[in-house]
């Protein structure tokens, strides 16, 4: 995200606007945290990880009266623009706020679970991603020292893109996601796979979805169902969501923050930055939030086929 803040604020000052930072997102709004912005406030940041911006939730923002406040704050401060940058909470909240007060919004979409329509990918989807892999690769060492069976969990409650896209590129055995209800003959042929061609060690990335069971869910049934197998969990957790970005993260957010500029400049609004193809498009927030990013079901074929 903090390569996206420098690349709108350095935008938008070369084309002779005024910047203002918004503190904590849309509770900042409310509390009146802004403050003026200049080239210098971004130096130095293309490099870190999270935001320097903050980020909370704000239930108040969701009300009337909370919106009215964030109005208010907006008008004292000369405000006549936002760009926001997050997931489908952020990009609802920009919708409903922009159809109110008829405020030009664009959004970048920020999430690591990568599962906004209209774009390939997402910021800090891929620094997440890679994450895994180096937590992935360590964990082999002592799975494969031990001849266990690790079921490491991932985030992506409602999307399977980091625990598919991980698997791959970890060489794990399977990946058990919320697109996919798990089934016993499934898990069973996994279990195969794994223990009975020569391995003596598996690992299988699950997603922290409630349809999935989570790491823990899938544990405890392979313990009662093949307890013959020694089965230890890993939950990565927040460890995902943070580190030095990486250097596709950095010039993906780069990109679609210079966009927003442009977009305001071209009298855009309500519109979400994303990449298709390698090229900048502009996504209509009601289609970013509503409709359903598919995974390519050729990845499960991918992945079938090499972690035999």
């Keep these: 995200m903090n390569a996206a803040i420098r690349a709108v ?22 509390t009146d ?18 935001t320097i911006l903050k980020t909370a939730r704000s239930e108040q923002f969701k009300t009337p009266e909370g919106m009215k406040q964030a109005y208010d704050n907006m008008m004292k401060h000369g405000i006549d623009a936002l760009v926001v940058i997050g997931g489908d909470g952020t990009l609802t909240g920009a919708r409903s706020f ?42 082999r060492d002592t799975a494969s020292s031990h001849d266990r069976l690790f079921f490491i969990e991932v985030m992506g409650r409602d999307a399977g893109f980091l625990a598919l896209n991980g698997a791959i590129a970890s060489g794990a055995e399977a990946a058990i996601i919320p697109e996919i209800s798990l089934q016993k003959d499934q898990l069973t042929e996994m279990i195969k796979a ?3 061609n020569s391995k003596n060690s598996s690992i299988v990335l699950v997603a922290e979805s409630e349809v999935t069971g989570g790491a823990m869910g899938v544990a405890e049934r392979v313990k009662k169902e093949y307890p013959q ?19 596709q993260d950095r010039i993906l957010a780069t990109r679609m923050g210079v966009a927003a500029i442009e977009a305001l400049m071209e ?14 498009v502009f996504v209509p927030f009601a289609q970013a939030i509503k409709k359903c990013k598919p995974l390519d079901p050729n990845l499960f074929q991918i992945m079938n086929l090499v972690s035999r």
Aim: proline residues 3%; charged residues 20%; hydrophobic residues 35%.
């Design 33 to 50: 945290e802004i403050t003026d912005f200049e080239t210098h406030n971004v130096s130095n940041i293309v490099q870190r990880g999270g």
């Design 267 to 280: 009298d855009q609004r309500n519109v979400m930055t994303g990449i298709q193809n390698d090229k900048i």
């Design 9 to 30: 604020t350095r935008a938008a000052i070369a084309n002779g606007m005024k910047v203002k930072g918004i503190y904590r997102g849309y509770k900042g709004m409310i």
């Design 98 to 139: 922009a159809q109110k007060y008829n405020i030009p919004i664009v959004g970048l979409p920020g999430t690591i679970d990568n599962d906004l329509y209209g774009t390939d990918t997402t910021i800090g989807y891929d620094t997440a991603l890679n994450t895994i892999l180096e937590c992935v690769d360590k964990i």
């Design 194 to 196: 794994g223990f009975r």
């Design 229 to 247: 197998f020694d089965v230890r969990v890993s939950i990565l957790g927040h460890l995902q969501r943070g580190g030095r970005p990486t250097a």
